[in-house]
C-alpha cells in the first residue's frame, strides 16, 4: 500500500458511499483525515470513530460548500488541527435524474452549485494551504460524464465540467506541484443506490452484463485508486481522467 504517513488529507461528503471509504483508506495508509460533511453528523462521526479505533488521525468537519464562508472555515478548522493540507478529495456531490422535459432551473443551479461551483471554491480556498511541497487534488467524476444515459443529462454534464476543470486546473497549478487528477467512477453499490432502487433491478443487471469485468463497483474499488493517485507513486500524472468503472463507458 502506498505510505501517506505525515500526510493531511481533507475528504469532502466523506461522511457515506465513496467518500467515507476513501476517507478510511486513506487514513490506513497513514494520513490524518478531515471528514468534511453537509448534514449527516452522525454517519460522519461514526467514519471518524472507524479511523481513530485503528489508531488513525481523523476530525469531522460540518459546511455547505456552497458557501465561501464555510469553504473558508473548514480549512482553517483543519490547519488548526493537523498544521497543513497534502491531499484534497473533492467527492461532496449530488446526482438527480429525470427526462429533460422535467429540468427546472432550481434543479440545475442545485445540481450545478454542489457538484462544480462547490469544487471551485474549495479548491481556491485549499491553495492558500498547500505547502511548497505541493499536493494531489483528485476531483470524483463519474463515467456518465464521456456515456450520458437518457436522464442523466444535467448530472452527466456536471461531471464533465469537472473533467474540463481538472485539466486546466493540472495545467494551471502544475508549477506549484500540486497535481490534479479526476477519478471517475462508474455505477457503485452505496447507501444511495440502494436505497435509490438501483442495487437488484433490472437495470442493475443489465449494467452488470456490460461491464467488461461482470459487477458493479464497491466503495473500496474506488478508493484504493484514490489512495494511489494520492500518493508519491502518482507523482507523475496529472490531468488524468481515471476511469473507476470495471471497464465501462
Known amino acids: 500500500m502506498a505510505d501517506l504517513r505525515g500526510k493531511v488529507a481533507v475528504v469532502t461528503g466523506a461522511a457515506k458511499g465513496i467518500g467515507a471509504e476513501i476517507a478510511k483508506q486513506l487514513a490506513a495508509a497513514g494520513a490524518s483525515i478531515v471528514v468534511s460533511y453537509a448534514a449527516s453528523k452522525e454517519a460522519a462521526e461514526r467514519v471518524v470513530g472507524e479511523i481513530v479505533g485503528t489508531d488513525g488521525r481523523a476530525i469531522a468537519i460540518q ?3 456552497r458557501k465561501r464562508a464555510d469553504v473558508r472555515r473548514l480549512f482553517e478548522e483543519t490547519k488548526a488541527a493537523f498544521r ?3 491531499i484534497l478529495v473533492n467527492n461532496a456531490g449530488i446526482a ?6 422535467a429540468v427546472t432551473e432550481d434543479q440545475y443551479h442545485r445540481l450545478f452549485d454542489t457538484n462544480v461551483l462547490g469544487m471551485v471554491l474549495t479548491i481556491q480556498e485549499a491553495l492558500a494551504y498547500f505547502g511548497p511541497d505541493g499536493g494531489s487534488v483528485i476531483n470524483i467524476g463519474s463515467v456518465a460524464s464521456v456515456s450520458p444515459s437518457p436522464g442523466s443529462l444535467v448530472y452527466a454534464a456536471t461531471k464533465g465540467a469537472v473533467s474540463t476543470l481538472t485539466r486546466g486546473l493540472a495545467a494551471e497549478l502544475g508549477g506549484r506541484r500540486i497535481r490534479v487528477n479526476t477519478l471517475a467512477p462508474g455505477p457503485v453499490e452505496t447507501e444511495g443506490t440502494r436505497s435509490a432502487g438501483l442495487i437488484g433491478s433490472d437495470l442493475a443487471k443489465q449494467l452488470e452484463a456490460i461491464t467488461p469485468l461482470g459487477r458493479l463497483g464497491l466503495p473500496e474499488d474506488v478508493a484504493r485508486i484514490a489512495v494511489f ?3 508519491d507513486e502518482a507523482g507523475w500524472l496529472t490531468g488524468a481522467w481515471v476511469p473507476a468503472s470495471g471497464g465501462l463507458l
Not at 96 to 101: K, L, S
Open 63 to 65: 459546511g455547505d460548500l
Open 84 to 86: 497543513r493540507l497534502d
Open 229 to 231: 493517485l494520492a500518493s
Open 96 to 101: 438527480e435524474f429525470g427526462p429533460i422535459e
